[in-house]
């Protein structure tokens, strides 16, 4: 036997999942068949399916019951990006090329860092340790192919299924890739929210020779827009940035420069912190545009969620250090995700993923190690969960 051979085991496996899962081509909203694929994985090792396809999506829990207290769930996406020009990539996106890198082989296929090879980790290491016989808690996989489109018909239904039938568990895992450099540098502990605005701004079109007869509506608009972009958001907090405000696309006139335009289009984009709700942001709106004649359409993307500093956190952090040595950053960065809707239903959520150098690029891949090191650290997460 070769010395490092339950290593190789452990990677292969990862590896092998991956590569399965890549191949089955599965462009949001579609499915591709990965989660049949899943379930036959899970089955053996004691999961149960529950469909909560909703929709048109495809979505799935799989349940096994644990010999310990608690409830782990993973929460991920069978779903990936479109690929672009396929003459664009260096090696077909649906084949799961394996190829040489500097450090050992390299994966190379669309959603081999979001998220199909986080996915192959989780089930690699549940699989070891299932095999292992080892004590586990309850664990959950909770899948959607509805993460990188709408998000209307996806996790946020296996919330709803899951409050309905008091299967929520205590923790999740999202396997979103955190990572920046290497595999556990960086989780991410909670998303900032997002509010958009569409404002129309209203005036009457006339002859620029013929102001009097007009109402010009980049002039009703500019004087509101100065005192959007001056408005006081407030601090940093929690581990947040501070909120932002932009404003994204300004549309008005004809084109032609001697027509005074009538209407004049806004959209703004808000990135915001816990520091402010989504009531606070609106009032501000409102009080920026109080003089101007404006219909204003603001919707709340998503709600900003934060996991608070306590037991989960540190574990996810001591397992991240047992396996790579890595002071692990606990970040808030990045624009939103489906952990708003499990952290929306009071369950401390945690994203921990493989490196995001390549996600939704032309040329998606990942090196073979980290999907060992994932492995390593998923296994080392779920044997140390203990629920609070
Ligand atoms: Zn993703």
Redesign the pocket.
Known sequence: MPESSHTTTIQSTATQIAIKLIRRESVTPEDGGCQNYIESLLAPLGFVRTHVDTGGITNSIYTRMGELNGTLAFAG?TDVVPTGPLEDWPHPPFEAVIADGPDGGILHGRGTQ??KGAIACWIAAISSLCSAFTPLPTLQLLITSD??GDSIDGTIRIVEKMQADSTLPDAVIVG??SSSQQVGDVIRRGRRGVVQIAAVFEGKQGHSAYPDDADNAIHIAAPALEKITKINWGKATEGFPATTCQITNIQAGTGATNVIPGSCFVSIDIRYNPGIDFEGIEQRIFAACEDAEVVLDIQHQAEVFSTPDGEFLDQVCASIKQITGIETLRDTGGGT?DGRFLAAAGIPVVELGLTNST?HQVGECVALHELETLTSIYSDIIINFEAK
């Open positions: 996406h979001d998220m993460e990188e979103e890739p995700s996600i």
